[in-house]
């Protein structure tokens, strides 16, 4: 049986109905190689205009990078898409929104003809896959100007082309001022975390009066160490520590287990609401991070510290530990004789760590303030999740 080739789209626009046609990039646009120039050539004036390197520049669309001079003829214009051609970023796009943008080797910027340059742009990031699986016969991952240029993509009209395009850039925006509202919302949090542990920020009681003074308790007052071992092999559920994603499966997280499963005897059984220190720093976590585990009962190396608190709102101590105040303490008592990836602290000065304690009904409150905020982050992120979803399924539907 013959396979009859599809010439249009599952999902279209009403007033068109004629086949799409295919073509190669080469008779719809031309591309622009970009180059390195010499140290010599760096000139800081108002006359320039800003340089892309690379894909890391990609977010910089708003401001100057530097500045080169107007002898450089190896730009990218408004609306040409900038794609990597070199390293580890292969196959990255971007819609250049700039007027004038010089580009380095490691990019190429593709110059619409007689077609709309937000339809490429959209339909290439749908074969971007397609690039880097393209790039990896390489030893260093790279495109030519062939692999491009060769490139066969079916075109509508221009006016559908444009229709689509403007379509699927409105949905970009969206994506923009969401993901714009979360980072503000976290940069919010971060901020008012900050402003109540320090006490700059106060809360009233029930009758609108103020609350008593803070007590300071050592951590070991309020908290003890976990010293229960997976003796019998019992529990094969390895958790570990990860300074942006909390309490995880190590499976999971590794996407494979690390840990020996039938040596787990030396791992300390870490049950929910444990909380646990992991001493391995980055730049997430320059003093490691302690983080509490909501998930079930599993078992943790013994490289990390296990404590469980007596009472008290587990809630606040969670979001003290998101926050700075406790760093100072950390870097106080560490010994940088040891590795520099790791805090070298001993368990006796980690138990010392000073802890701010309000009474329980402030506790309570600013668990439950934080918590609205950490609220809202999460509704952005579902948000974010479903248009991400949405249109994903619009550009299966919506080329051929």
Known sequence: MVKIEKKVPDLRFPEFDKDWKEKKLSEVSTLISGQ???????????????????????????????????????????????????????????????????????????????????????????????????????????????????????????????????????????????????????????????????QEIRFKDDEGKDFPEWEVKSLRLVAYKVLDKNKDNNISFVLTNSAEKGIVSQKDYFDKDIANQNNLGNYYIVKKDDFVYNPRISSFAPVGPIKRNKLEEGVMSPLYTVFRFKQHNLSFFEYYFESTEWHRYMHSIANYGARHDRMNITTSDFFEMPLPLPVQGEQTQIANFLTAIDDRISLVEQQIQKTEAYKKGLLQQMFV
């Open 36 to 198: 390195h120039l010499s140290p010599e050539e760096y000139i800081n004036k108002e006359i320039g205009f800003p340089y892309f390197t690379g894909p890391s520049d990609f977010t910089n669309d708003e401001k100057n990078v530097s500045k080169w001079t107007e002898k450089q003829t190896k730009y990218g214009m408004r609306g040409d898409v900038l794609i990597t051609v070199k390293g580890s970023g292969c196959g990255a796009l971007h819609f250049l929104a700039l007027p004038q943008v010089a580009i380095g080797r490691q990019l190429m910027a593709i110059r619409s003809k007689e077609s709309n340059s937000l339809f490429i742009f959209q339909k290439l990031k749908v074969k971007n896959v397609y690039f880097e699986k393209l790039s990896l016969g390489n030893m260093i991952p790279g495109l030519s100007r062939s692999d491009i240029l060769n490139t066969k993509i079916f075109f509508p009209s221009l006016s559908e082309q444009t229709k689509i395009a403007n379509f699927l850039t409105a949905i970009d925006t969206r994506l923009q001022q969401l993901n714009q509202k979360k980072i503000l919302l976290e940069k919010y949090k971060k901020g008012v975390m900050q402003k109540i542990f320090s």
